[in-house]
């Protein structure tokens, strides 16, 4: 019966009745390997030769020899809480927001050099400090920002004003992503896998799933979905190209899903390796251009380009070489088909200069003891690291 009222929702185009209870906050994944020290590693990895002459060796120069790297500044936000998501206005390049825990948000209008905390008029300061605001997306003046507990933000002014926009009770999984696509028009996705598109402001809703994760593993798991059985219900994440299509990885780490435009339902597939899985993304924001990987354990591999069918059961990947001691790594983002950079735990922060085939440690970080949770380049010039405690990183390079 449950099943049959979460097909009907998603099936179906109507508009959401007002908010209901609260959910609890689902806390970010981080890996068992981002608690020991980083420069230990290195220093332990140096043999004494090198120690001695502060001589190279396997990822790049003995850290506590090498010089300071440029690559990335250190913004002061003036806030403590962990960072996850940050946009520009396509409309006003210059003009951006940065939102995480415990209310975080924060308006930049010179690029991103400084920042300033703004306050939602429609939300107390008391209530406002109790949400999570986890995603944000930002085009030609229209803003939007999705939060926990279930919350859904609209903005038609570049966020001179905001409504809060009525989500249902009943709306299967927690919203987790929210991408704007235009004047009222929007893409909203769940953490059971829905998807919904509206083009009158959030009033009414459309599915473009048919049905839930759960529903379709339902109907494929004799197919051999490695892990499928142990689903619990909810993804860990979901990440949009810039053509529409989606990418998703199951709670546990244990194998993902896709999605192209147009279609009726989300495919499954199997991870060909025993670790799981830590974090996914599309290769320069294009499912057609391939996949990274990264596993727990601190692997990274991306889909192999001359074996990559994403209607396989379990696409092919090939290992890339980086060295991390073991730290996780989170997130990737490339400034250009040829320069490509990865952060992670306790953070760590690597470059490739050559399309992903190596990767370098970078010290830009060196000093900041928490977690790398995203980055992102708004163009070859612009590009920015959240992480925890407040830290925001500004590429300087």
């Known amino acids: 019966m449950k099943s049959a009222i979460a097909l009907t929702l998603l099936t179906s185009s109507r508009a959401f ?54 690559a990335w500044t250190q913004i002061d936000v003036g806030v403590d809480a962990t960072l996850f998501d940050i946009a520009f206005d396509s409309a006003e390049p210059n003009h951006g927001y940065v939102v995480g825990a415990k209310g975080a948000f924060l308006e930049t209008t010179n690029g991103g050099v400084s920042w300033f905390p703004r306050s939602f008029t429609n939300l107390d300061a008391e209530e406002e400090i109790n949400y999570r605001f986890e995603k944000v997306s930002f085009k030609d003046g229209e803003a939007w920002i999705i939060g926990k507990p279930a919350i859904l933000l609209h903005s038609k002014d570049a966020g001179k004003s905001w ?3 009525p989500l249902s009770p009943k709306l299967p999984g927690e919203p987790n992503g929210v991408v704007a696509l235009g004047p009222s028009k929007a893409e ?11 083009e009158n402001a959030g009033r009414n809703w459309k599915a473009l799933v048919k049905e839930t994760i759960d529903a379709t593993l339902n109907r494929v798991t004799s197919s051999g979905v490695t892990g499928a ?55 320069q924001d294009d499912l057609s ?11 990274l591999q991306f889909s192999s380009k001359d074996k990559f069918d994403l209607n396989d059961e ?14 996780g790594i989170i997130d990737l983002a490339w400034k250009n088909e040829k320069e490509i950079w990865a952060v992670g735990g306790g953070g760590t922060m690597y470059v490739s200069n050559d399309g992903g085939k190596t990767f370098k440690f970078d010290n830009s970080a060196d000093d900041i003891p ?16 959240l992480g925890s405690d407040g830290v925001l990183l500004r590429y300087t390079a």
């Open 188 to 198: 909203m996705t769940t953490s059971t896998g829905a998807i919904y598109y509206t």
């Open 289 to 299: 251009k391939g996949l990274w990987m990264t596993l727990n354990g601190g692997l």
């Open 314 to 327: 379990t696409p092919n990947f090939d290992a890339v070489t980086i060295k991390t001691g073991g730290y």
């Open 17 to 70: 009745s007002p908010l209901g209870a609260r959910r609890v906050a689902r806390k970010v994944h981080m890996s068992s390997e981002e608690t020991s020290d980083r420069r230990d590693f290195f220093e332990k990895t140096a043999t004494g030769a090198a120690a001695m002459t502060g001589a190279s060796f396997a990822t790049g120069v003995q850290p506590s020899l090498a010089a300071k790297s440029t």
């Open 229 to 283: 059985s142990y689903f619990t219900g909810s993804i860990s994440s979901v990440k949009r190209d810039g053509s529409g299509d989606y990418l998703s990885v199951s709670s546990r780490g244990n194998f993902f899903l896709t999605w192209a435009k147009g279609d009726d339902f989300w495919i499954p597939h199997n991870r060909a390796t025993p670790r799981r899985i830590q974090a996914m993304g599309f290769i």
């Open 163 to 165: 409504e809060r926009v």
């Open 370 to 385: 928490g977690n790398l949770y995203q980055i992102k380049f708004m163009n070859e010039k612009s590009g920015f690291v």
